[in-house]
């Protein structure tokens, strides 16, 4: 039985992947980070088959103790501080736990188990301000946020323990990929959760900020899947995962109100509090690598992806109306 340990579990890509690794028959031990409050929301239905483990990624023993454990043979770090609204306001967190973290992890496991094979969970936000259409594995980096700045160290870091220690260590570099499992902040679960309240009467208004940036949105089940793939090959190395189509946030609240038979004109108002002090402006990933050497192909379109959020939040809001 392989072993696998996973930080960020509790979020949308770890509740995939964990649920991905337990069909595929792996032990799954799960980085759990103390909060007063519970967190299962995403793993509620399979949180009794994940092997916990207390720890947090600013704290090397808990990590070290963490690998020790679980004695994995694949980890997988996913955890962060995620939002890149949020980073403006604390940097420096953002850059405790979504950089500097990392390098706890790899420390963790080059003392503990370097033979594991290590995957980091990079973004296409590293390519911010972007200096080719589209981003591919060798486009330049330029970070337009304390997110992508902490995650582009994590990134470089990774790509060093390979280099300098040969640890078979991967980084994926992950274009935006949503879910009805995303958080409630990101445009596109605010998109559909905001357009289903509207639809059963439970709310009147969207309130969004830049409209015409675009991104190149998956399905995040599809992402994971890309995650092991790279721990399964023959040699370590980084990958671009994307869909190979890039929208606006407005054409993304298009779909989700002509799926409920609504005019978003009507409902959407811009809103300063949501602009970004600095903004990716257009993100469109060429992930023929991964197609080619990973065998890794999307299966679920734009539209399908804007439907299925809308649905889940449809259904999530429809037993409140009942009540
Ligand atoms: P990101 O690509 O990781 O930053 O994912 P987000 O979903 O947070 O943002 C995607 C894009 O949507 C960015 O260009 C935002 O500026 C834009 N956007 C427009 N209105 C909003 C909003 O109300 N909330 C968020 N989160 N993003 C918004």
């Given amino acids: 039985m392989k072993r696998a340990l996973i930080t960020g579990v509790t979020g949308q890509d770890g509740s995939y992947l964990s649920e991905f690794l337990i069909k595929k028959g792996y032990k799954v031990f799960a980085l759990r980070r103390r909060t007063s409050t519970p967190i299962y929301v995403n793993v509620e239905s399979f949180k009794d088959q994940l092997n916990w483990i207390d720890g947090d990624l600013t704290d090397l023993s ?31 967190a953002t850059g405790e736990i979504t950089g500097i973290g990392v390098a706890n992890m790899l420390e963790a496991v080059r003392l503990m188990k370097p033979d594991a094979r290590f995957y980091q969970a990079s973004t296409s936000e590293m390519f911010g301000k972007v200096a080719e259409i589209p981003q591919r594995e060798t486009t330049p980096f330029y970070p337009r946020s304390p997110y992508s700045a902490a995650k582009l160290y994590g990134h470089w870091m990774t790509v060093n323990y390979r280099e300098s220690f040969s640890m078979f260590a991967c980084s994926g570099i992950l274009f935006n990929h949503e879910s009805p499992r995303r958080g409630l902040e990101f445009v596109t679960r605010k998109i559909t959760n905001t357009v289903a309240r509207i639809k059963l009467g439970l709310s009147d208004e969207l309130r969004l900020g830049n409209l015409d940036s675009k991104r190149d949105w998956g399905f ?17 190395d980084d990958y671009v995962i994307s869909t190979g189509e890039t929208h606006t946030v407005r054409e993304f609240v298009e779909i989700a109100f002509s799926y409920v038979g ?24 060429d992930c023929s690598k991964a197609e080619k050497q990973l065998n890794w192909k999307k299966s679920v379109n734009f539209a399908s992806l804007v439907h299925m959020m809308v649905d889940y939040d449809l259904d999530l809001y429809q037993s409140v109306v009942e009540e």
């Fill in 62 to 92: 808990s990590l070290i103790r963490a690998v020790q454990i679980s004695d994995p043979d694949e980890v997988y770090n996913l955890a962060a501080q995620s939002f890149v609204g949020t980073s403006w306001g604390q940097p420096l």
């Fill in 220 to 236: 995040a089940g599809d992402y994971v899947k890309a995650m092991w793939l790279m721990l399964q090959q023959e040699k370590p």
């Fill in 262 to 285: 609504l005019n978003w004109k009507k409902y959407v108002v811009q809103d300063e509090r949501f602009m970004r002090p600095a903004e990716v402006d257009l993100l469109l990933g």
